[in-house]
Each structure stands twice: as C-alpha cells, then as structure tokens.
C-alpha cells in the first residue's frame, strides 16, 4: 500500500499550543482516532437524471481550460438490433454476469445476479449478457429471472435493456438460451465458436469448412426460433487468419447475425493491431454494413480497455465490458474505463458517445465488489480508493489551487463524494499549505513561526507511520 500517514488527533494536539486553536469553532474530526486519513469516498445520493439532460461535466470549473475535460449524455438512439441511427452513438455491452462471473472465486447467487442486473440497467448498459445457461439449472433461472424482470420493467428515465443470454454453436445450448431470454422485451441470443487455427486443431478438432459449416447453421437456427437479435461470435478472432475470419463473418451475416462481435480472447492484440483488424473486418467483409460490430476485449497484457477504444475509433459500435474489469484471468475491458474515456475525452474520440448515466458507476462497482468477493485495488481508474486522493505536496498545492491543476474528472461525476473538498491526504510528501489546510478545517490557526514549527514535528511523525 501506498504510505500514508493516519495521523492521531493526539499527536496534533501535542505539536500545537493550545492558544493555536480559534475560538469560533471546535474541531471536526470524522473519526475519533484519526486525524488525516485517505478521503472516505462514498456514494453520493444519487438523482435519477434523465439521458436527455446532461450531468455534471469531469471537470469542477464551468470553463475548463485546454486539458480539463466536460461530458454530457445525449438522447439514446432506439434500439434496432442490426443498425444504430446515430452513428456516433456506442452501445454498452456489460457481459459482468456471464464473463465477470467467470473470474475464480467470483460466483454470484442469482438473487445476487438480479439486484447487479437492476443496477446495470440504472446505470444505463444497452445490454446486459446475463449470463450462460446452458452452464447450469441455476444460471438458466436467473437468466430467465433477469428477463423477466428487468427486460420488461423501465427504469425511472424509462430505458429497458436488452438481454442476452451466451451459447456454444450448438442447438441445445442454443435452445437454452432462448429459453433463458425469450420472455424480456428485448432478448439477443449470443453464439460462438473459435476460428483460430490453434483452437481449430487442439481444441475443436475441426476442419475451417466445418465451423464455417456449423456457424452459419447455429445462427440460422436461432433466427428459425422466433430470435431476432442474435450476435455471433468468432473466438480468439485475434489471433484468427484474416481471409477465413472474413470468410465466417461474411456466412453468419447472411444467415441472419444482427451483430458480429470480435473478440480479442487472450489478450494478445496490441491497440494499433486491434484497431486494423476492426477497419478491416468493416472494410473487406461482406454484408458489414448490415450489422453492428461489436469488440471483447481481454486484459493479459494490460490493454483491454486502450483495444476496445482503438476498436471503437476503428468503427466498432458495441463495446462489451465489465465492471471493475473483472473476467478471466487477468479480467475485460473496464466499464468505468472505457465509459469515462469516452465521456471525458468525446472530441479525441470523433464525437463519441454512450447512454450511461455515469454517477450510478460507484454504486455499481461497490455492488459488484461486494457479491463477488473481488476488492478493486486502491490504484484502480475511476473507482479505486486513490483515484481522487492527493499526497504530494506540489499536487496538494495545486489542488487546493484549482482542482483542474490534476484531475480531469472529479469524483462526483461517478458518484463519489469526500470528505474534503480537494482529496488531500496528508503524509510525509505534503507539504506546508496542505497541512495548514487541514490545520484550519479542524479550527486550528496556525501561520508563520509556528506553523513552521508544527510543519516539521509533523514530518517527523509522517516518517515513522504508516
């Protein structure tokens, strides 16, 4: 962890004088015993604002200069399954309790599944992966539970997700998940089958005519079941020969797949390697335009979520995440990641936008952590315990200067708020203005010789605690 110091009130006490502290107020102490903590971040109330109003921009100030970044949420496109009619817009695709649920150690109950399914929906995903039914009797309820519930129910801003359920290119896996979904206002059936020639041989021991064969097959049997929004699925696309991974993709579309999703399932992509393979597939596949192309991005090397933005900028229009970024092995591409990214930096991205209604992240983060036993490690972007906590003294100064000196965004935008209005954290980088600031918020008045004098028995002390 990173050392910062919890100073006691007792130790403050023993380096001021009692003439230091001001008559007009006594001090305020959140917690007996501590002094100067990491700020408490906590969700703020959260107001059910609608899409068609932007919320709070990432920056503090009205007008913020060059670098300070603002976001605001447009109206939400209607949904068509294979077409979106705003070309800027992007669909959010939160596959957290299918393949955030498939992190070791994270299994979730299926009244757990439904009250993050609620959640996600208030946070505004267009689809919700709910997980595989054909994996168990349970995750087929609580699919099944999810569709009916929140596929059908709005929200208070009156978005309905759609639902989805994951199959093997096979008919009863198939069958089950249209089963799972069928009853939501908007249910997608999703299918896959790996192209790789490394998937082909050691695991599928299949010939490429077969799974051509059996790709276009399997979506068409979905559509011969009623589904209308089906997505198709080339696993390991990433590490796929080119020609054939065009050459399926070109079948599945004619066979009736609404979006073609391209994973990256290993995470071995690099984003200008991503970000072709995306403007290829849009360029030199057939019928492309016919449909929606999807990304899946995983996290080996550290690049899910910088892959899944080069593939939106290369022409993908459905991101699917996780939140928290939990999957895998090392995890997907993080929600909060690639949803602030887009939102904070919408003109870097050609005018990019989703419908996520942005405050409901910390919520949702706290949500997932909790039922799944996965703590977000304090350095995590967007909802880690650091993310908005300032311990150096030139970033202190800076921050209580103007916020905008180091963050792009602040923590309301998320849902966040602190218990102090600059996330200033006190230890042994601080320097003297912090600690005068603090010094005053707890009604103590500290300047000149004094303050000197207090600064350096407080550095003494931030040397030897944690």
């Not at 600031?437 to 350096?456: A, C, I, M, R, W």
């Amino acid at each position: 962890m990173a050392t910062t110091t919890a100073i006691r009130v007792g130790c403050i006490n023993a380096i001021l004088s009692p003439s230091t502290k001001t008559s007009e107020h006594k001090p305020v102490v959140s917690h007996p015993s501590s002094f100067a903590v990491k700020p408490w971040l906590s969700s703020s109330s959260l107001h059910r604002s609608s899409l068609t109003r932007p919320f709070s921009s990432c920056s503090t100030s009205p007008s913020p200069p060059s670098g300070v970044a603002r976001c605001s949420i447009s109206r939400r496109p209607d949904y068509v399954p294979n077409y979106i009619p705003d070309p800027s817009y992007v669909r959010i695709f939160d596959t957290t309790l299918r393949d955030g649920e498939q992190s070791p150690g994270a299994t979730m109950t299926s009244t757990e599944k439904l009250a993050v399914a609620h959640k996600l929906a208030r946070l505004g995903v267009d689809i919700i992966e709910a997980g595989f039914p054909a994996s168990s009797p349970d995750d087929l309820e609580a699919v099944r539970a999810i569709a009916i519930d929140v596929g059908n129910n709005p929200t208070e801003d009156g978005h309905v997700p759609v639902i989805c359920g994951l199959a093997r290119c096979n008919k009863k896996d198939i069958d089950l998940a249209w089963e799972a979904v069928r009853l939501a206002k908007k249910p997608r059936v999703h299918t896959f089958i790996a192209t790789s020639d490394i998937h082909l041989h050691y695991k599928l021991r299949k010939s490429r005519e077969e799974v051509v064969r059996i790709a276009r097959e399997m979506v068409a049997y979905a559509r011969s079941l009623g589904c209308q929004d089906i997505e198709f699925s080339p696993e390991d696309a990433g590490r796929s020969d080119r020609e054939f991974l065009y050459q399926v993709l070109e079948e599945v579309i004619e066979a009736g797949a609404t979006t073609v999703n391209i994973p990256d399932t290993v995470g071995y992509t690099v984003p200008s390697e991503f970000g072709q393979l995306i403007a290829d597939i849009k360029s030199k596949t057939r019928g492309i335009e016919n449909v929606v192309i999807s990304t899946h991005c995983q996290n080996d090397l550290g690049l899910a979520t910088a892959n899944t933005l080069a593939g939106a900028c290369a022409g993908a229009r459905q991101l699917e995440v996780t939140v928290n970024g939990i999957g895998e092995r090392a995890g997907n591409a993080s929600l909060e990641e690639v949803v602030m990214a887009i939102c904070c930096r919408t003109q870097a991205m050609g005018g990019m936008y989703t419908g996520i209604n942005a405050r409901h992240i910390s919520m949702t983060s706290k949500m997932v952590a909790e039922y799944t036993g996965l703590q977000v490690q304090p350095h995590k972007a967007i909802v880690g315990a650091n993310a908005f906590a300032h311990e150096s003294g030139i970033h202190q100064d800076g921050m209580l200067k103007f916020k905008g000196t180091y963050e792009i965004m602040s923590p309301e935008d998320v849902g966040l708020s602190r218990s102090n209005e600059s996330g200033i954290v006190l230890g042994k980088l601080s320097g003297r203005h912090a600690l005068k600031s603090k010094l005053t918020e707890l009604g103590y008045d500290v300047s000149g010789k004094e303050l000197d004098d207090v600064f350096k028995r407080f550095k003494e002390i931030a040397e030897k605690k944690k």
